[in-house]
């Protein structure tokens, strides 16, 4: 693994818990557009309420945030950092970073079916992530 790949910042638990509020606003934002038919933003949405939940997952339970240049760096740093990040949350976080730049940048349209998958994977990991940091702290979790 290369010293990009591994870049890390400080993130506090007080950072963390914001990282997650934002999360959770951009994953409902996400429900919220797939349902007025915007999917590419929706799609969006989804992917960055993921990428905040990482965050704040790592912020929480490690001190620490990704700083890499690729967001799939994140990866690495959850398998290491949290305890918990199973090949299930690997495989959805995964899933998600692997079509950011297709959502954000192709041309193509994306579907109703193709984004509802985005959402969900998304809602799936957030829950996930509230999880998890409150298994640590019982007044974060709902």
């Given amino acids: 693994m290369s010293a990009q790949e591994m870049r890390t910042r400080p993130l506090s638990r007080t950072e963390a818990k914001r990282s997650l509020s934002k999360a959770k606003g951009s994953i409902e934002s996400a429900r919220l557009l797939l349902g007025n038919a915007q999917y590419d933003t929706a799609g ?23 700083a890499a240049k690729d967001h799939k760096a994140v990866v690495t740093l959850l398998k290491k950092n949290v305890r918990g990040f199973t090949k299930t949350q690997e495989r959805q976080i995964s899933g998600l970073l692997n079509m950011k730049n297709e959502v954000a940048y192709s041309s193509r349209l994306f579907t109703h ?30």
């Fill in 113 to 142: 079916d193709e984004t509802r998958i985005l959402v969900d994977q998304a809602t799936r990991y957030l829950e996930w992530v509230v999880s998890t940091i409150g298994q640590i702290d019982g007044s974060i979790a709902g």
């Fill in 44 to 66: 969006l949405a989804a992917i960055h309420g993921a990428i905040l939940a990482s965050d704040a997952v790592l912020g929480y339970t490690a001190g620490l945030r990704n």
